[in-house]
């Protein structure tokens, strides 16, 4: 399994421009979440999805931000417009929830963001 | 209220000392797991181990082992004989099984060890 995969790795960008951070999970896994890594909050939780069915977007910080995922297979996170304040490492995260245990929760390699 | 509570921010050790990183967690559940993640310098989250709250054993990987104790609420982590491949920041966590949490991450603030030649 070549696990959470998650692109860009690396993105700059102008701020007002529209980013999409994309990621690809685990197949069969189904609960998928994105967090953000700063240095002021450290990690983050802005969503997850349960079957591709958002559950808690209460870690959205804005309306600028926006999460998808229409199908088992794929999810982006939207950020329009992007302000120098997004700049964050964006984190990709899956599980397969069992019914009496918490599963391990794999994260992506996380897409380095940079808002100038 | 932040339910996972790492106070140790920076720890610098020499080669081979031991070191533990101390993880205080704060929940109502009597159901929940705790997680330690490592991010190396590269900046990927690497998973270490889970624990789920009925299980109070201790555990040891290697050079790894975990001290788990449900009356001081604490899960706090020993690398013996650390080396310099150990640097990185280690980050505990807290998922709690609440209907619908889908048990997401309660991340701490992490610690970062710096080990030195």
């Known amino acids: 399994d070549a696990g959470v995969i998650q692109s860009p790795r690396h993105e700059v960008t102008e701020m007002g421009q529209e980013v999409t951070l994309r990621c690809k999970p685990i197949?069969?896994?189904?609960?998928l979440f994105w967090y953000r890594q700063t240095m002021m909050r450290g990690l983050e939780l802005l969503i997850y999805f349960n079957n591709n069915v958002p559950i808690d977007d209460s870690g959205m910080p804005e309306d600028r931000f926006s999460a998808k995922m229409p199908n088992a297979s794929f999810s982006t996170l939207k950020i329009q417009p992007s302000e120098p304040r997004d700049s964050a490492v964006y984190f990709c995260a899956n599980t397969l929830l069992a019914a009496s245990s918490g599963n391990t929760i794999y994260f992506g390699e996380g897409s380095w963001l940079t808002v100038v | 209220a932040q339910k996972v509570t790492q106070a140790q921010t920076e720890i610098s050790v020499v080669e081979k000392e031991d070191v533990t990183l101390d993880c205080v967690y704060e929940?109502?559940?009597?159901?929940?797991?705790l997680f330690w993640y490592k991010q190396p310098p590269s900046g990927e989250l690497v998973f270490l181990i889970r624990?789920?709250?009925?299980?109070?054993q201790n555990e040891i990987s290697g050079r790894y082992s975990w001290n788990f104790q449900k009356s001081t609420s604490s899960f706090n982590f020993t690398i013996t004989a650390s080396q310099v491949v150990d640097s990185a920041v280690y980050f505990c966590a807290l998922s709690e099984a609440v209907r619908d949490s889908g048990y997401a991450l309660n991340f701490g603030k992490g610690t970062s060890l710096l080990v030195t030649p």
């Open positions: 929940t109502r559940d009597t159901t929940y797991y």
């Open positions: 624990r789920n709250s009925f299980d109070e």
């Open positions: 197949s069969g896994h189904d609960y």
